[in-house]
């Protein structure tokens, strides 16, 4: 099964390849857990993985098909009607074909000699992305392994512009100026941790991130921003860059675009827009005017791995005027010589903070071929309406608190167990004890220090009546926890 002669010939190598890719898929057929998760600890997991990666012999076709077996069945389901806790999607067939065929390539997209048509379709698949954005012919982009490098990408890029621009100085060549300890970046109190992380790790510390209070359904208050911004000036302060969110991960907000951009202009400040959740309403003509104003940012992260159902790594980081790529560029004569701009041979490594990169344009391209615009649509429009509908249930529901009504496909609430000074702990109790029965994998946060549970839809599968007997087992669940103490 598993078995290959180091010495096979090449025609004995493409059958041994037909084997392993059906094998394998038999083998998920079958062990894949029939419930969200076994709900084994970490501990009981670990006892079944060794300890020798490497032995001396190679494993029987038995020992590899049963150590796949044990990851298999000690998996998370993504795709089972009660696993909605995180942005983690079923990934769509078509994706997972492709995923084959670019692993099967290895193509490495640094250089145009290793990756010749995937350089040309990544172009070309980023320039129409671009399009779709709003932005103009002057843009240009680049597929990262997520939300966090995007958001990285365009704070480093707003970092060394403004500091080019203020001071003429090139971090590039000679690393920070003593000035940039005054440089802030804007965003809600809401927006991802990344922010901060990324702050850190450009050398500005998390210090230099000011978060602007949200109004009650989570979006940046511009008033807010503008009173931020004005206080500024007295204490020596310099706006770097402005960071909205186009769909945050607990509540799907979206910041209110078109306010923010004017604001960021009147500032002279970079717009980076964390679209990495929403970003997927382009695609859907009955919500994409929840994203007007998202033409207007500098640069922007959208995530093909979460409302659009690619395998991870799947994601785009896209950038308003392309030549400020150049404050990322490097060549390396073996990569990218000069001569080979010149000689109009494209090398993506200059467009990417990463070298050895994946072919991962190639699955997104061929799922939109295989859903067409329409079906593409449909799916979010019903991600969307579970969450909505579920959002129905919760509201009707006396075992339960809504927090706010959503506006993606996230909904936050909380189980009101009989003692109410016990809800932050019982509500921390409910979800974990979900999760080690095996029985749903919810998700979980603090909301202004208050403890809730969430759903992340986003599997357009699933029906109504699988969300109403989801939330039934939750409250099933909340109501045996009410009865003994947390002790137990």
């Given amino acids: 099964m598993f078995e290959t002669d180091f010495v096979t010939s090449r025609d004995q190598n493409k059958q041994t390849f037909r084997t392993l890719i059906?094998?394998?898929?038999?083998?998920?057929?079958?062990?894949?857990?029939?419930?969200?998760?076994?709900?084994?600890?970490?501990?009981?997991?670990?006892?079944?993985?060794?300890?020798?990666?490497?032995?001396?012999?190679?494993?029987?076709?038995?020992?590899?098909?049963?150590?796949?077996r044990t990851i298999v069945m000690n998996s998370v389901s993504v795709s089972h009607p009660y696993t909605a806790a995180h942005l983690h999607c079923p990934p769509l067939l078509a994706a997972l074909a492709a995923e084959v065929v670019i692993s099967t390539l290895n193509q490495s997209m640094d250089s145009f000699d290793q990756a010749p048509i995937a350089t040309v379709v990544e172009q070309k698949m980023v320039r129409w992305l671009c399009d779709k954005a709003g932005f103009l012919s002057s843009a240009n982009g680049t597929f990262t392994t997520g939300g966090s490098q995007s958001n990285f990408m365009g704070l480093l890029l707003a970092r060394d512009a403004f500091i080019q621009r203020a001071w003429g100085w090139s971090v590039q060549k000679c690393g920070?100026?003593?000035?940039?300890?005054?440089?802030?970046?804007?965003?809600?109190?809401?927006?991802?941790?990344?922010?901060?992380?990324?702050?850190?790790?450009?050398?500005?510390?998390?210090?230099?991130?000011?978060?602007?209070?949200?109004?009650?359904?989570?979006?940046?208050?511009?008033?807010?921003l503008r009173s931020a911004l004005n206080s500024f000036s007295a204490q020596g302060l310099l706006p770097m860059a402005i960071v909205a969110t186009a769909g945050t991960t607990d509540f799907g907000s979206i910041?209110?675009?078109?306010?923010i951009a004017s604001v960021a202009r009147e500032a002279k400040c970079w717009l980076h827009i964390d679209a990495a959740y929403g970003g997927a309403l382009l695609f859907s003509p009955q919500h994409q005017a929840?994203?007007?104003?998202?033409?207007?940012?500098?640069?922007?992260?959208?995530?093909?791995?979460?409302?659009?159902?690619?395998?991870?790594?799947?994601?785009?980081?896209?950038?308003?005027?392309?030549?400020?790529f150049e404050f990322i560029k490097f060549h390396a004569d073996y990569l990218n010589p000069?001569?080979?701009?010149?000689?109009?041979?494209?090398?993506?490594?200059?467009?990417?903070?990463?070298?050895?990169?994946?072919?991962?344009?190639?699955?997104?391209?061929?799922?939109?071929?295989?859903?067409?615009?329409?079906k593409l649509a449909a799916m979010i429009d019903r991600t969307l309406a579970l969450a909505a509908f579920a959002a129905k249930v919760i509201r009707t529901s006396p075992h339960l608190e809504l927090m706010c009504d959503p506006h993606l496909s996230?909904?936050?609430?909380?189980y009101l167990p009989k003692i109410p000074t016990d809800v932050d702990s019982i509500n921390a109790r409910l979800r974990q004890a979900l999760f080690d029965q095996g029985l749903a994998v919810i998700g979980h946060t603090r909301v202004r220090n208050r403890q809730f549970l969430k759903f992340t839809f986003l599997n357009p599968t699933v029906d109504d009546m699988e969300?109403?007997?989801?939330?039934?087992?939750?409250?099933?669940?909340?109501?045996?926890?009410?009865?003994r103490p947390a002790s137990a």
């Fill in 255 to 259: 910041d209110p675009l078109p306010e």
């Fill in 22 to 68: 059906a094998e394998a898929a038999k083998l998920i057929g079958e062990a894949f857990p029939e419930q969200p998760y076994l709900g084994r600890s970490a501990t009981s997991l670990a006892q079944s993985v060794g300890s020798d990666f490497l032995s001396r012999q190679r494993a029987s076709e038995e020992e590899i098909s049963q150590t796949l």
């Fill in 467 to 483: 969300v109403k007997n989801l939330i039934q087992i939750i409250v099933q669940q909340g109501q045996k926890l009410d009865m």
């Fill in 410 to 414: 996230t909904v936050v609430f909380r």
């Fill in 338 to 374: 000069d001569f080979h701009e010149g000689e109009g041979i494209p090398n993506l490594v200059s467009t990417s903070l990463l070298t050895s990169r994946r072919f991962d344009a190639l699955k997104l391209w061929i799922s939109f071929q295989s859903l067409g615009s329409e």
């Fill in 290 to 324: 929840k994203l007007v104003g998202l033409e207007s940012a500098d640069s922007l992260a959208i995530d093909f791995h979460k409302l659009l159902w690619q395998p991870i790594p799947c994601s785009a980081f896209l950038l308003r005027d392309n030549a400020n």
């Fill in 176 to 224: 920070l100026p003593p000035d940039a300890r005054n440089l802030r970046i804007l965003c809600s109190d809401v927006a991802h941790f990344t922010v901060e992380r990324s702050a850190a790790q450009l050398g500005l510390g998390t210090d230099s991130v000011v978060r602007i209070d949200t109004d009650d359904r989570f979006r940046m208050k511009v008033s807010s």
